[in-house]
Every structure is written in structure tokens, then in C-alpha cells.
């Protein structure tokens, strides 16, 4: 067999062929070098009084209101599919729906997790 080839790659480092041996990278003590990823982030999270992000319930109400005007306005299903088309206006409640409901149970499971568990997700 023949020795792996390397090809430097920027940085410094190299790229050994398939053939080579795989050698672990040395590893960077906890906190020294890290990533942003691994930054604190609960500092960006705005959080309400009670421990509820914000955003979550922003999007708690405006899911409650598309979910009734949505039940308001099913009368007007019948007449809306007649103007435009029975597809469209499927696809278009739909969408409207699971947004609402997307939207709903995000906020309720993070305002119910807050209130019953002292934590929001």
C-alpha cells in the first residue's frame, strides 16, 4: 500500500486520502476557544415578567385571533368557493388553519410550561 498523500488546506492543516488512518483532532478546554453556538443565549431570549418569551405570546394571540376569525367567517366557505374555485379556497383555509394552529400551540404549551413547571421552552 501505498503512504496517504496530503494537500494542504487553508489554516494550516492538512487532508489525508481515504487510505490514511483518521486521527482525532486535539480538543480545547470548556469555555477557551468554543463557538458561538456554544454562547450563552438565554441573554437574547425576552423574556415577559412571568418567564414567557415574548414572541411566544405574540403569537399566542394572533393565533387565538386567526383561529376565530376563521370560525367566524365558515359560512362564507361556500360562497367564497363559487368566486374562486373550490381548490384555492381549500388551500388557502388550510394554510390559514395551520398557521393558527401552529402558532396557538406554541404559545400555549410555552405559557403552560411557565405556569405549571416555572420554565418556557
Do not use: Y
Not at 41 to 52: E, I, K, L, R
Not at 57 to 74: E, K, P
Not at 102 to 107: C, D, E, P, Q
Amino acid at each position: 500500500m501505498t503512504a496517504p498523500t496530503s494537500s494542504s488546506v487553508p489554516g494550516g492543516a492538512h487532508r489525508l486520502d481515504a487510505d490514511a488512518p483518521t486521527t482525532e483532532l486535539p480538543r480545547t478546554p470548556s469555555g477557551a476557544g468554543g463557538s458561538p453556538a456554544d454562547a450563552d443565549t438565554s441573554a437574547a431570549q425576552d423574556d415577559a415578567p412571568g418567564g414567557v418569551p415574548v414572541l411566544k405570546v405574540v403569537l399566542f394571540l394572533v393565533g387565538c385571533v386567526l383561529l376565530v376569525l376563521a370560525a367566524v367567517n365558515l359560512s362564507n366557505l361556500g360562497e367564497w368557493s363559487e368566486r374562486w374555485g373550490v381548490i384555492p379556497v381549500f388551500l388557502v383555509f388550510f394554510l390559514v388553519m395551520s398557521i393558527a394552529g401552529r402558532w396557538f400551540w406554541a404559545g400555549a404549551d410555552a405559557i403552560l410550561g411557565a405556569l405549571m413547571w416555572g420554565k418556557a421552552k
